[in-house]
C-alpha cells in the first residue's frame, strides 16, 4: 500500500473505533507549509455531519495520532495540519528504490480493451491520428502498470471511399490486370506497388473523380462492389492494404505503440450476418436504410436514428463498427472497451452504444466508454494545417520537429546522432501531445514544444541524463536513504509521496497531464537541488549516499513514469 493511503487508513480506523463510522479519510499537502507537510479537512466534514464542534472532534482525532505523525498541530476552525516522521517516509521511499511499484497502489483485476491508433488504410496518417496513438498507447501502459489486464486493437480504417479511388485509378492505367477481367478463374497476381505508389494514384484518383462526375459513379460502384464482397476487387484491395500497412506499421513502431491486434472494419465483415440477427428485431426501415431508434427520454439535444443499412444495402461505418462489439465481446469478454478517438466523433460513438446496449450485443455490466480527444490547432486556433493550407500529416510533422531538435543536439554528439533525434522527436511530440487535458483542445508550438528548457519533454530527458550521468560517475551499487539534509531534499521526497495519486486521478480521468505535470514538478525539484548541492563532491559519507540513494529513487520514477508515456530515454542529448 502506499504510504499516504497507509496513513489514511490508520486514521480511518481510528475514527471507526471513536464511533465516526465508514468515514474516508484525505490527506493532502498543507495549504500553510508553515504548520506542517500535511492536513487533513476531516473535522470540518465531520462537524457538518454530527452537528458538532469542528474544533472538539479535531482534538479528538489528534489524541489518536501516533509517533508517526509528528508537529501535529490545529488551526480554526479544524484544520489538522501535520508532518511525518523522517524515518518513517524512508522506509517507504527506500522501498521505493528497490521497486517503483510499491510506491503505489494496485487495482483490481478487469480486462479492459482498447481501441487506438484508428488510421486509414492507403491515406497518410494525420496529426489527430497521432494524438489517438499517443494518448491511447499511455492509457494502456498506465492500465497495466496500476495491474489491469490489457488488449488493444487499432481498428483500420480499411474500406471505404479511398479503396475505390485506389481501384479506379489502377483499372485506368493497368487495365489488363486479371482483377479486372470478369471471367478470370485462376490465381490473382502480386501487384507491385509501394506505399508511395498508393498515395500518388490516390491523390490523382481524388482530382479526377473530383472533377468528373462519371469518375466518382465508378467510384463509387467499387467502393460498393468491395463492401458486398466482390472477390476480384477484395482480392486486389486486400494486397492495397497490405502494402499499406508496412507503411502504417512503421509509424506505429516510431510512436512506441504496441497493438496485440492490427485488426480492422474488413475483420468484422465476417461478423456482420451474425450481428444483424441480434440488431435485427430493432430495425426498421427509414427512406429505404435500415435503422435503429437510439433517443433517449433524458435526451436534451437530439440523438438521430443509427443507420445500420444504407438503402443501396451497403454497411457503413456503424455496421462495422456493432460488428466488431459484437465480436470483442464473444471473444474476449472485456469488462471495459475504451475508444479513444476524436471528440467530434461524440455523437457517433453515442448512438452505437446505445444501440449496442438496446440490442444486447453487450449487457450492460460491460462500459463501452468513448474517451474523446481535442483537436491541434495551429496559432489560429484552427485544426493544425500545413503552410498552404492541407492536412498536416503526421510524417511533415516530424520532419518539422526533427529540424528543431537537431539544431539543439550538443555538437560534439556525433555517435548516435541521428537515433538521438529522432528519440528526442518523438518525446517532443509524446509530451506535447500528452499535457494539455485529453479533451481539450491545444495550439500546437514547434518552437515552444521542442525547447530544451521549460515543460517538455527534451527537458525531462535532459533530467533524465543527467540523473543517470550522476549515478555512473558515482559507481554507487547500493542506494539508501538514511537523513533527510534539507528542505529542497524534503521537496523531492513529498512530491514522489503524491505519486499514488497522480497515477489514480491519471486513470479516473483517463488523461495524461496529472502525469506529465508531476515529471515537470519532479525533474525542476531536482534541478534546483542540483543547483544547490553538491551530491559527487559531499564529504560527509551518510549525507552523500543519501543525496545519491534520492538521486536513484527520482531516476527510477522519471525512467518509469516516461514509460507510461511511451517516451524513450537517451545516453547524452
Ligand atoms: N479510422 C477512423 C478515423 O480515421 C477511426 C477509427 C476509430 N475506431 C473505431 N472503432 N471506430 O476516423
Not at 117 to 125: D, I, P, R, V
Not at 237 to 259: A, G, M, P, T
Amino acid at each position: 500500500m502506499s504510504f499516504i493511503k497507509e496513513k489514511e487508513k490508520f486514521i480511518e480506523n481510528k475514527l471507526n473505533e471513536l464511533g465516526y463510522l465508514n468515514e474516508s479519510v484525505q490527506i493532502l499537502p498543507s495549504s500553510k507549509k508553515e504548520l506542517g507537510d500535511f492536513q487533513i479537512n476531516t473535522a470540518m466534514m465531520l462537524a457538518k455531519k454530527y452537528h458538532k464542534n469542528p474544533m472538539e472532534i479535531a482534538k479528538e482525532i489528534t489524541s489518536c495520532l501516533d509517533l508517526e505523525f509528528v508537529n501535529v498541530n490545529i488551526a480554526n476552525p479544524g484544520f489538522i495540519n501535520f508532518s511525518f516522521q523522517d524515518e518513517s517516509l524512508l522506509n517507504y521511499l527506500n522501498n521505493g528504490i528497490l521497486n517503483f511499484q510499491n510506491l503505489f497502489d494496485k487495482h483490481p483485476e478487469k480486462l479492459i480493451f482498447l481501441d487506438y491508433g484508428g488510421a486509414n488504410a492507403a491515406k497518410a496518417l494525420h496529426v489527430g491520428h497521432m494524438r489517438s496513438a499517443n494518448i491511447g498507447e499511455a492509457l494502456r501502459r498506465l492500465c497495466n502498470l496500476l495491474g489491469y489486464k490489457t488488449i488493444s486493437d487499432v481498428h483500420l480504417g480499411d474500406l471505404g471511399r479511398q479503396a475505390g479511388m485506389l481501384i479506379s485509378e489502377i483499372k485506368l492505367r493497368n487495365p489488363n490486370l486479371a482483377f479486372f477481367d470478369e471471367n478470370y478463374q485462376g490465381e490473382y497476381e502480386k501487384v507491385n506497388y509501394t506505399s508511395k505508389d498508393l498515395g500518388e494514384m490516390y491523390v490523382a484518383a481524388n482530382i479526377a473523380a473530383n472533377k468528373d462526375p462519371k469518375r466518382m459513379e465508378e467510384v463509387r460502384e467499387i467502393t460498393a462492389a468491395i463492401d458486398s464482397g466482390n472477390k476480384r476487387y477484395l482480392a486486389l484491395w486486400r494486397q492495397l492494404v497490405d502494402i499499406s500497412c508496412v507503411e502504417i506499421k512503421k509509424v506505429y513502431d516510431e510512436l512506441n505503440c504496441h497493438f496485440d491486434l492490427f485488426e480492422g472494419e474488413l475483420d468484422s465483415f465476417k461478423d456482420i450476418p451474425a450481428m444483424l440477427e441480434v440488431v435485427n428485431p430493432f430495425l426498421y426501415e427509414s427512406n429505404g436504410a435500415m435503422v435503429m431508434d437510439v433517443k433517449l427520454e433524458t435526451d436534451t439535444k437530439e440523438v438521430p436514428p443509427l443507420i445500420v443499412i444504407k438503402k443501396d444495402g451497403a454497411t457503413i461505418y456503424a455496421t462495422r463498427d456493432l460488428a466488431t462489439i459484437y465480436s470483442r465481446e464473444k471473444r474476449f469478454h472485456p469488462d471495459e472497451i475504451w475508444y479513444v478517438v476524436d471528440s467530434r466523433q461524440g455523437l457517433y460513438f453515442e448512438q452505437v452504444f446505445r444501440a449496442s446496449y438496446k440490442a444486447g450485443l453487450v449487457n450492460d455490466k460491460i462500459k463501452l466508454l468513448h474517451l474523446g480527444f481535442g483537436t491541434i490547432n495551429g496559432s489560429d486556433g484552427k485544426p493544425y494545417k500545413t503552410r498552404d493550407g492541407g492536412v498536416m500529416e503526421l510524417g511533415s510533422l516530424i520532419d518539422l520537429i526533427g529540424i528543431e531538435i537537431e539544431a539543439k543536439i550538443k555538437e560534439e554528439i556525433q555517435e548516435n546522432r541521428e537515433e538521438i533525434k529522432n528519440k528526442l522527436t518523438i518525446a517532443t511530440l509524446k509530451f506535447a501531445d500528452l499535457m494539455s487535458n485529453r479533451q481539450t483542445d491545444y495550439i500546437f508550438d514547434p518552437v515552444k514544444f521542442s525547447s530544451f528548457d521549460g515543460k517538455t519533454g527534451p527537458y525531462i530527458l535532459y533530467t533524465s541524463v543527467r540523473l543517470k550521468s550522476i549515478l555512473n560517475k558515482s559507481e554507487a551499487t547500493n542506494y539508501q536513504i538514511t537523513t533527510i539534509n534539507n528542505q529542497e531534499m524534503k521537496n523531492i521526497f513529498l512530491k514522489i509521496l503524491e505519486i499514488s495519486n497522480v497515477l489514480n486521478r491519471s486513470f479516473q480521468d483517463k488523461s495524461l497531464n496529472y502525469i506529465t505535470d508531476f515529471l515537470f514538478d519532479l525533474a525542476s525539484l531536482f534541478n534546483k537541488f542540483y543547483n544547490n548541492y553538491h551530491i559527487l563532491t559531499e564529504p560527509d559519507i551518510k549525507i552523500k549516499n543519501s543525496y545519491l540513494g534520492m538521486t536513484k529513487l527520482v531516476s527510477n520514477v522519471i525512467s518509469n513514469l516516461l514509460n507510461v508515456l511511451a517516451i524513450d530515454e537517451v545516453d547524452k542529448m
